[in-house]
């Protein structure tokens, strides 16, 4: 394996698995109002991950791909779905603590065999992407997809990720919610290239 070819994949999952490993070391101590917070600020980061793979790197993947583009997007799919559920979990102890000490050890024996099954996922999914992925993009699309991260690319790429995802399933409209405040300048003009964006994928899954 071509350690060169990895480095950006490895380092975006090492990352991410820090932010778990925080979580899950609230877990332990049982502060549950404190693992939701790891939780959730590891959440956020999984949306923007996800969003760079599925906008900026997996239409990349060339046709002689040991897996194709689809693989990488249904065990997408699959981690927010089994995320989501426990964040549920999480979100639940956090409002309500158990009272007791045998109590709360239960909980987090509970919390942390849900987690070891999201685990497993994120690994084999991690070695996938290292495996073969990482090998197959070109290192200067892969930096660029990375580096930029951090600015409104995100925000671009969840709203991205939805409009494809809406083209797959025909949907007749796509919309998008801010709540509590009106958009920004940076924002609506986000919203302006996904709009078009969405509208090219639209028409690609109709003709």
């Known amino acids: 394996m071509d350690t060169a070819s990895t480095a950006y994949f490895e380092h975006e999952h090492r990352r991410m698995d820090?932010?778990?490993?925080?979580?899950?070391?609230?877990?332990?101590?049982?502060?549950?109002?404190?693992?939701l917070q790891h939780l959730q600020r590891w959440r956020r980061a999984l949306t923007r991950h996800i969003a760079i793979e599925n906008c900026q790197l997996l239409p990349h993947v060339p046709a002689n791909a040991?897996?194709?583009a689809r693989m990488y997007l249904l065990e997408h799919e699959r981690?927010?779905?089994?995320?989501?559920?426990?964040?549920?979990?999480?979100?639940?102890?956090?409002?309500?603590?158990?009272?007791?000490?045998?109590?709360?050890?239960?909980?987090?024996?509970?919390?942390?065999?849900?987690a070891h099954a999201l685990r497993h996922?994120?690994?084999?999914?991690?070695?996938?992407?290292?495996?073969?992925?990482?090998?197959?993009?070109?290192?200067?699309?892969?930096?660029?997809?990375?580096?930029r991260r951090?600015?409104?690319?995100?925000?671009?790429?969840k709203l991205l990720a939805g409009a494809r995802l809406a083209a797959e399933r025909q949907s007749k409209s796509y919309c998008i919610v801010i709540s509590?405040?009106?958009?920004?300048?940076?924002?609506?003009?986000?919203?302006?290239t996904v709009a078009t964006t969405g509208s090219e994928l639209l028409l690609s899954h109709t003709a």
Do not use: C
């Not at 778990?20 to 049982?30: E, I, K, R, T, Y």
């Not at 639940?92 to 709360?104: C, F, N, V, W």
């Not at 996922?121 to 580096?147: D, G, I, K, S, T």
């Open 150 to 157: 951090g600015g409104m690319e995100p925000f671009r790429d």
């Open 121 to 147: 996922l994120l690994e084999h999914h991690h070695q996938r992407e290292e495996m073969a992925l990482a090998q197959e993009l070109p290192p200067a699309l892969q930096q660029a997809a990375w580096r």
């Open 18 to 35: 820090a932010l778990l490993h925080a979580h899950l070391l609230d877990v332990v101590a049982a502060d549950f109002p404190r693992a």
């Open 79 to 114: 981690i927010e779905l089994l995320a989501d559920e426990y964040a549920m979990r999480v979100d639940a102890l956090a409002a309500r603590a158990p009272r007791g000490a045998r109590t709360r050890g239960e909980a987090v024996l509970t919390l942390l065999d849900a």
């Open 66 to 68: 040991r897996w194709p």
């Open 180 to 192: 509590s405040r009106s958009p920004s300048e940076r924002e609506l003009k986000a919203i302006e």
